[in-house]
């Protein structure tokens, strides 16, 4: 099992419209988890930091659901814009970080 | 700031050839590390470094070697390319302090393509 394991997508959304995706992690260690946002051939970017209870920042909210081992991401009045890869991350019990595959999301007009 | 640069962005190497890639961050970070990214396989860890003069290995460490011989720089380098090193490589630092609790910043990647 990977460690840290995300559904691919794609998610094929419309304008407008809330979407959200999970995460999940196998080290129940795990203190700390980032969502990173990845455009096409570009490098990824820190979207968003995920401690304790999780946080909300805008349109976006990031939560920790420590007894099922999962993190999720929910996008409200999803734009055009929103459109990307959203990198899952976390750290194993060796303390290296962790990127899951990715989840590729398309907002349609 | 600039942040974290990698050169060169592209290169196209030849079975065999060596060449190194260059990262330099210019945010004081401890702690850089060196990615490749391939479709369908995400982010793998090659090889990182928690400060000057430190190396340790990654997920995927063979064939290629590393050196840190200064805080802001971390060098990747191929001896011997092969065809399946054909990636995107991605340079990343992170600041001081607890590393599981400090996000990567990452440079522009460097596209490179073993024929």
């Known amino acids: 099992r990977k460690e840290v394991e995300q559904d691919p997508g794609p998610f094929n959304v419309p304008e407008g419209a809330t979407v959200a995706f999970n995460c999940t992690y196998s080290n129940s260690a795990s203190q700390s988890f980032f969502w990173y946002r990845q455009d096409c051939r570009k490098e990824p970017k820190l979207l968003m930091s995920v401690y304790s209870s999780g946080n909300e920042d805008g349109r976006f909210t990031a939560q920790l659901n420590r007894a099922s081992q999962y993190i999720s991401l929910l996008i409200r009045d999803s734009k055009l814009s929103d459109s990307a890869t959203y990198l899952c991350v976390g750290y194993s019990s060796a303390s290296k970080i962790i990127f899951g595959s990715g989840t590729r999301l398309s907002i349609r007009p | 700031n600039a942040g974290v640069t990698q050169t060169p962005k592209f290169r196209v190497l030849k079975t065999g050839q060596s060449m190194t890639l260059l990262c330099a961050q210019d945010?004081?970070?401890?702690?850089m590390y060196w990615y490749r990214q391939d479709p369908g396989m995400g982010l793998r860890l090659i090889h990182y470094s928690v400060g000057e003069g430190t190396t340790a290995k990654g997920e995927v460490p063979d064939g290629y070697n590393v050196s840190r011989l200064k805080k802001q720089n971390f060098l990747l380098g191929l001896e011997s390319a092969a065809p399946s090193q054909t990636s995107v490589y991605f340079c990343a630092s992170s600041p001081p302090g607890r590393r599981d609790n400090s996000p990567l910043h990452f440079g522009n990647g460097t596209r490179l393509t073993v024929t």
């Open positions: 945010m004081n970070h401890e702690y």
